[in-house]
């Protein structure tokens, strides 16, 4: 007997064209001459169905954990890489370092700090080398009162932060940051959105990414206008979204910088986690933000910093 199978045994000798014929129902080959077929029954073949697919959840959940992993280590990378090669333009840069109270302060230098309205602090964070995040549940914010470092040159800008969103549905904008024009967002399609204004007059200037950003998943953005005139979006360290070639500057804003909010009138609010957030008066050129993003592919995953 076979180890493994059970055994269906016949009681009686059976003629060689009736185990003939049985054994090609069971898809053997002609010829054999047993007096037993064998096979598993219902419930061993559920056992090994089991183990199989125990064993598939257990291969797809590392295999998914080594992607979200290489996902945040890109995204980590390509924010690091970016600002130390132009940080020293940053007017805004807040690592949310703080970790209680209500101000927020802006390491840049140029002292644009802000205040902390309703949002509490989180240890949930996008990767090790943080440890505190903002939570915002979609009343609350943070202002930084305008100065004019904050206002956009004729070089562009770029804005950057780590984003955990937790809900969209309901709200046409979510905002995470902005200056009333330009802002940026992520609409309830779940694409990213920005909207700079009426760049060299016209009509207002925007552009939507292409990817659906994942709820309750951390994710680094960033948004360039560059003097060249083009918009860019980027997701996880990769382009999502380019826009048409525009002619002017980005209209100067004289208002408020928020996080987590469009205006003063508190429209639009954000229902999630942010950290790491960076204003740079000038815009990263693409071929430097493929070049970071490429480096930080190539040094693999547990980047930190």
Same mark, same amino acid.
């Given at each position: 007997?076979?180890?493994?199978?059970?055994?269906? $045994?016949?009681?009686?000798?059976?003629?060689?064209? *009736?185990?003939?014929?049985?054994?090609?129902?069971?898809?053997?080959?002609?010829?054999?001459?047993?007096?037993?077929?064998?096979?598993?029954?219902?419930?061993?073949?559920?056992?090994?169905? @089991?183990?199989?697919?125990?064993?598939?959840?257990?291969?797809?959940?590392?295999?998914?954990?080594?992607?979200?992993?290489?996902?945040?280590?890109?995204?980590?990378?390509?924010?690091?890489?970016?600002?130390?090669?132009?940080?020293?333009?940053?007017?805004?840069? =807040?690592?949310?370092?703080?970790?209680?109270?209500?101000?927020?302060?802006?390491?840049?230098?140029?002292?644009?700090?802000?205040?902390?309205?309703?949002?509490?602090?989180?240890? !949930?964070?996008?990767?090790?080398?943080?440890?505190? @995040?903002?939570?915002?549940?979609?009343?609350?914010?943070?202002?930084? %009162?305008?100065?004019?470092?904050?206002?956009?040159?004729?070089?562009?800008?770029?804005?950057?932060?780590? #984003?955990?969103?937790?809900?969209?549905?309901?709200? /046409?904008?979510?905002?995470?940051?902005?200056? =009333?024009? %330009?802002?940026?967002?992520?609409?309830?399609?779940?694409?990213?959105?920005?909207?700079?204004?009426?760049?060299?007059?016209?009509? &207002?200037?925007?552009?939507?990414?292409?990817?659906?950003?994942?709820?309750? &998943?951390?994710?680094?953005?960033?948004?360039? =206008? !560059? $003097?060249?005139?083009? #918009?860019?979006?980027?997701? !996880?360290?990769?382009?999502?979204?380019? /826009?048409?070639?525009?002619?002017?500057?980005?209209?100067? /804003?004289?208002? !408020?910088?928020?996080?987590? &909010?469009?205006?003063?009138?508190?429209?639009?609010?954000?229902?999630?986690?942010?950290?790491?957030?960076?204003? #740079?008066?000038?815009?990263?050129?693409?071929? $430097?933000?493929? *070049?970071?993003?490429?480096?930080?592919?190539?040094?693999?995953?547990?980047?930190?910093?």
């Amino acid at each position: 007997m076979k180890r493994g199978f059970t055994p269906l $045994e016949n009681k009686e000798k059976i003629s060689r064209e *009736e185990n003939t014929r049985r054994l090609q129902w069971f898809g053997f080959h002609k010829g054999k001459d047993v007096n037993f077929l064998t096979g598993f029954t219902l419930i061993e073949l559920l056992v090994v169905i @089991s183990i199989i697919g125990l064993l598939s959840s257990v291969v797809f959940a590392s295999l998914n954990s080594a992607r979200e992993k290489a996902r945040i280590a890109a995204g980590l990378q390509f924010g690091s890489q970016l600002y130390r090669a132009y940080g020293a333009n940053a007017v805004g840069t =807040y690592n949310f370092s703080e970790g209680s109270g209500t101000s927020l302060g802006d390491i840049s230098g140029y002292n644009n700090n802000g205040t902390i309205t309703g949002a509490t602090w989180s240890t !949930d964070v996008p990767h090790s080398g943080k440890t505190r @995040s903002l939570f915002f549940n979609g009343s609350s914010f943070v202002r930084v %009162p305008y100065k004019s470092s904050m206002a956009i040159g004729p070089g562009g800008f770029t804005y950057m932060a780590w #984003i955990k969103p937790t809900v969209v549905a309901g709200q /046409s904008y979510n905002m995470f940051m902005g200056q =009333y024009l %330009p802002y940026f967002c992520i609409r309830e399609s779940g694409r990213l959105f920005t909207n700079l204004g009426s760049v060299g007059g016209g009509t &207002q200037k925007t552009l939507q990414g292409n990817s659906v950003v994942s709820l309750n &998943q951390w994710h680094h953005v960033a948004l360039t =206008y !560059d $003097e060249t005139g083009y #918009i860019k979006i980027y997701l !996880d360290g990769k382009i999502d979204a380019t /826009s048409p070639q525009y002619s002017g500057a980005v209209p100067p /804003s004289s208002n !408020d910088f928020y996080i987590g &909010q469009w205006n003063s009138a508190g429209t639009y609010k954000f229902r999630g986690y942010i950290t790491d957030v960076v204003v #740079i008066n000038s815009a990263v050129g693409i071929a $430097e933000i493929r *070049e970071h993003y490429a480096r930080g592919i190539a040094q693999g995953i547990g980047v930190d910093e």
